[in-house]
């Protein structure tokens, strides 16, 4: 039986090193995918020898794929944010039949989901925010929140320079109200995200009110007809 300790590479010539580059970011890979696994299920401060197991290797070869401790938690928590984000952004398109509840409630509700689903990697990247963590989740989602306000808001004659600030104060109250029922769970997912969606909603009808315009929760945004009228 091979040593659980050996690494393919190690029986190959010196010349033919380069043709194990795939195979080992493939592994890579997988060993930070099994990271996330091991943090789901034993919690934020999940050891290497816990990663390790998940992922069926040793400690010894687990480390060889990886500079340090730093290294593979860093590379876990890029893992998680891609995923949050890969889930979420899709979520924020908007098309001619789209109303904003639907666009809010069916992004809130693959983040209150997550949260639901893996509080354990959330407080996990919640400790990591000096690097690609909790924050990259944040930012990337209020860019495109940000880019989303500001076709919207251009179409509609608004200043768009106000469209940055609300969107980072928009996911902060996502973040902030998630975390808080994380810890409290006072009522059910459905209903905070219900609750959620309607704070949003005030947040994007008040602003819009203040430049005197009327939208409607649940009538789709009349973008055809504003961008049949802009030349």
């Known amino acids: 039986m091979r040593n659980r300790d050996a690494d393919p590479a190690d029986d190959v010539p010196d010349g033919r090193r380069l043709r194990w580059t795939e195979h080992r970011e493939q592994r890579r890979t997988a060993f930070v995918a099994a990271g996330a696994r091991a943090i789901d299920e034993h919690g934020p401060a999940a050891s290497a020898e ?5 992922a069926g290797v040793s400690r010894t070869v687990l480390y060889r794929y990886f500079r340090d401790r730093e290294d593979l938690r860093q590379a876990i928590a890029d893992h998680v944010v891609r995923a949050v984000l890969d889930s979420v952004l899709p979520k924020l398109e908007i098309h001619p039949e789209a109303t904003p509840r639907q666009i809010i409630r069916s992004a809130i509700a693959v983040i209150v989901g997550w949260l639901d689903e893996h509080p354990n990697l959330y407080h996990f990247l919640r400790s990591r925010r000096t690097g690609a963590s909790l924050d990259s989740v944040e930012g990337t989602l209020a860019d495109n929140i940000a880019a989303l306000l500001k076709t919207v808001m251009v179409l509609f004659g608004i200043e768009s320079e106000q469209a940055e600030p609300g969107a980072y104060g928009i996911v902060g109250f996502v973040e902030s109200v998630g975390s808080w029922w994380l ?44 961008q049949e009228a802009t030349p």
């Open 183 to 226: 810890e409290h769970r006072t009522m059910s997912r459905d209903r905070l995200t219900d609750l959620l969606t309607t704070g949003v909603w005030h947040l994007l009808d008040g602003t819009a009110r203040d430049f005197g315009i009327e939208l409607k929760l649940d009538e789709p945004l009349p973008l055809g007809a504003l």
């Open 50 to 54: 816990q990663i390790a197991d998940v």
